[in-house]
């Protein structure tokens, strides 16, 4: 037995509602399930339940075992006082929270074994998706699951930007000025980007945006990169106004060594990556207001500003190439900015005063952009799933993360419909 399937049962209402009693003999109505909780504390908030002959409104904790509440120390969680019913498959333990016996609904004799048995032969372990089958023959359903994963992914990601938020004073434009500095990290060097953004404030940054050298030489010197630079009538330069930015805003300096080179592409080393941001900053000016999803190609434009020939032979202060490359950042480059900074930043403010046109606007953001390209996409397309934009595969690569690979087929709507449609 597994705790999710209980979860599932629950949520799904699928139990015997007429024949629920708890193991004192007592009778169980349950008047609202309340809500599934994703997070840390209790697995059912706000729940509504008839027992000991009173209605209480309080939060359900489930477990394969009673015994199971000890084991997980929730005896010394808090958080877990306001529970009012534990539901459990197995009685083998009566749980007391502040002296008082927890009422307890057992399953174990209630419990559809058949559909149980369905459950465990369509979501055993194995390579393949148990939903293979209805990923190429139901359009619907795909769809469905699609809008339901891109949600879940937007609104996780705000949820780590509401501190970002409240450190900002609730300012919007640092929000966002933390969001670009991070999507041009990427992956690697996500973290160091999102120090060095609060480092240096986006209001410090626009003081200096009229001359470029004074910017990179804020930014490198912050990173803790410039340091690092041989003697070159550039860098020297870099360095001179950089001194002198240092003791003009009293900057703390980045240790080199929290940005990571190894196993990053030359062309996304930190050093051009903070180049290529100083010089859209520039263009930019953060002028968040007014922007429209069908006008990125006004924003796309930015981008392209003339950086400094040293860095068409340089990826970093530490090597030379006999080459000349390419300085500017490419169109998928500039879609992930796109992406990861500007839709996230109108689907955040939107959530935070409720506003359906800032939504929108994210959302014609993914829509207006094509479809991005990496090995988990292209297995979810060998599969048959179709990609027509970037909303698309953002909601992919969070069904891949957080239903597929961890097998939460049950909080997955073609999950539910395969089950439904085995009992």
């Keep these: 037995m597994k705790e999710q399937y209980l979860h599932y049962l629950w949520e799904s209402k699928r139990l015997p509602l007429q024949k629920l009693t708890l193991v004192d003999g007592g009778p169980l109505i349950i008047l609202d399930?309340?809500?599934?909780?994703?997070?840390?504390?209790?697995?059912?908030?706000?729940?509504?339940?008839?027992?000991?002959?009173?209605?209480?409104?309080?939060?359900?904790?489930?477990?394969?075992?009673?015994?199971?509440?000890?084991?997980?120390?929730?005896?010394?969680?808090?958080?877990?006082?306001?529970?009012?019913?534990?539901v459990v498959y197995n009685y083998d333990e009566a749980v007391f929270v502040k002296g008082r016996e927890l009422p307890t609904l057992e399953l174990k004799d209630v419990l559809d074994l058949e559909h149980y048995k369905n459950y465990q032969h369509v979501f055993k372990k194995d390579e393949n998706l148990p939903c293979q089958k209805e990923l190429e023959n139901n359009k619907l359903l795909v769809f469905q699951q699609v809008s339901v994963a891109f949600a879940h992914r937007f609104n996780r990601k705000i949820e780590e930007l509401k501190s970002v938020f409240k450190l900002a004073k609730n300012d919007y434009k640092q929000v966002l000025h933390y969001l670009l500095f991070?999507?041009?990290?990427?992956?690697?060097?996500?973290?160091?980007?999102?120090?060095?953004?609060?480092?240096?404030?986006?209001?410090?940054?626009?003081?200096?945006?009229?001359?470029?050298?004074?910017?990179?030489?804020?930014?490198?010197?912050?990173?803790?990169?410039?340091?690092?630079?041989?003697?070159?009538?550039?860098?020297?330069?870099?360095?001179?106004?950089?001194?002198?930015?240092?003791?003009?805003?009293?900057?703390?300096?980045?240790?080199?060594?929290?940005?990571?080179?190894?196993?990053?592409?030359?062309?996304?080393?930190?050093?051009?990556?903070?180049?290529q941001l100083a010089h859209f900053i520039v263009q930019w000016k953060y002028e968040v207001v007014p922007f429209q999803a069908n006008n990125l190609e006004v924003l796309r434009r930015k981008f392209n500003d003339n950086i400094s020939a040293f860095w068409e032979y340089h990826y970093s202060f530490k090597s030379t190439t006999l080459k000349k490359h390419e300085t500017q950042l490419s169109e998928k480059a500039q879609n992930i900015i796109f992406i990861n900074a500007?839709?996230?930043?109108?689907?955040?403010?939107?959530?935070?005063?409720?506003?359906?046109?800032?939504?929108?606007?994210?959302?014609?953001?993914?829509?207006?952009?094509?479809?991005?390209?990496?090995?988990?996409?292209?297995?979810?397309?060998?599969?048959?799933?179709?990609?027509?934009?970037?909303?698309?595969?953002?909601?992919?690569?969070?069904?891949?993360?957080?239903?597929?690979?961890?097998?939460?087929?049950?909080?997955?709507?073609?999950?539910?419909?395969?089950?439904?449609?085995k009992a």
């Design 33 to 86: 399930f309340g809500k599934l909780n994703h997070d840390t504390g209790p697995d059912i908030f706000n729940a509504k339940l008839y027992l000991e002959e009173l209605t209480w409104s309080g939060n359900v904790e489930m477990h394969v075992n009673s015994s199971d509440w000890y084991k997980h120390g929730h005896q010394n969680d808090p958080s877990y006082d306001n529970v009012v019913l534990h």
């Design 182 to 275: 991070q999507s041009f990290g990427g992956r690697v060097n996500k973290l160091p980007f999102q120090q060095l953004a609060q480092l240096l404030p986006y209001q410090l940054l626009l003081r200096e945006a009229w001359d470029i050298q004074r910017l990179e030489a804020v930014m490198l010197g912050a990173a803790g990169l410039l340091q690092e630079a041989n003697n070159h009538p550039y860098t020297d330069e870099l360095k001179k106004h950089w001194h002198f930015l240092q003791k003009k805003y009293g900057i703390a300096m980045m240790d080199a060594s929290a940005w990571r080179f190894s196993g990053v592409r030359p062309s996304s080393f930190p050093n051009l990556k903070i180049i």
């Design 342 to 421: 500007f839709a996230l930043f109108f689907w955040f403010r939107g959530k935070q005063k409720g506003n359906d046109g800032d939504l929108q606007l994210a959302m014609d953001i993914l829509l207006s952009l094509p479809p991005e390209e990496n090995t988990i996409l292209d297995k979810w397309q060998k599969r048959g799933v179709d990609m027509e934009n970037a909303f698309d595969t953002q909601a992919l690569l969070e069904q891949n993360q957080f239903f597929c690979s961890d097998r939460k087929c049950l909080h997955c709507k073609i999950g539910n419909f395969i089950l439904s449609n």
